[in-house]
């Protein structure tokens, strides 16, 4: 009888993990995947796969970009189209933040502030290119084209074109406008 135990208790053991089926990216529909978080709270993204008949295939995977706070997660409708993004897309990549429009839409309220799941995964992405989400969010709404124009120099982008009233206004470092000699 004291043999038998182990065995069991390894069938239990089997039969429990079965029945609290884990949510694992590969077993999840194409027209689901992007945007998901698995069960070890890793991202789910579509894949191409070419077959050996030359057609291209299609998969869901399990990438290896961690979620914090986030595991088991499929995300709704109305955030794919309040962000703007599209569960079709391929891969993960930044490529999207130097689109006005997508921009517009990740940073409308009905985005940022009741889709978290995005919102993080276009953070990161954002950060990854040297800029912070929320203060290109701020740029997108009072300045779209000069938004798009840091970010696609990496937050290095010159000042706007400066008028002489400006220039003029500017307190000069220097005792009566005059620089001192270089040498």
Aim: glycine share 4%.
């Amino acid at each position: 009888m004291a043999a038998k135990l182990p065995l069991v208790l390894f069938l239990s053991s089997l039969f429990i993990h079965a029945a609290l089926a884990a949510f694992v990216c590969e077993d999840l529909p194409n027209d689901v995947c992007a945007f998901s978080v698995s069960s070890a709270g890793k991202r789910c993204l579509i894949e191409t796969m070419a077959k050996n008949n030359g057609n291209v295939e299609y998969q869901c995977r399990t990438s290896e970009v961690m979620v914090e706070g986030l595991a088991e997660y499929m995300e709704t409708d109305e955030c794919v189209n309040a962000c703007g993004v599209d569960r079709k897309s391929v891969g993960i990549s930044s490529d999207s933040l130097l689109e006005p429009q997508f921009m517009s839409k990740l940073c409308s309220p009905n985005c940022y502030q009741k889709c978290p799941n995005i919102v993080e995964l276009y953070f990161n992405l954002a950060a990854g290119e040297g800029v912070f989400l929320p203060d290109l969010c701020e740029r997108q709404r009072s300045n779209p084209h000069r938004a798009m124009i840091e970010l696609m120099s990496s937050g290095e982008a010159a000042p706007g074109p400066v008028t002489s009233e400006e220039m003029h206004a500017a307190q000069s470092p220097f005792p009566n406008d005059i620089a001192p000699s270089p040498f």
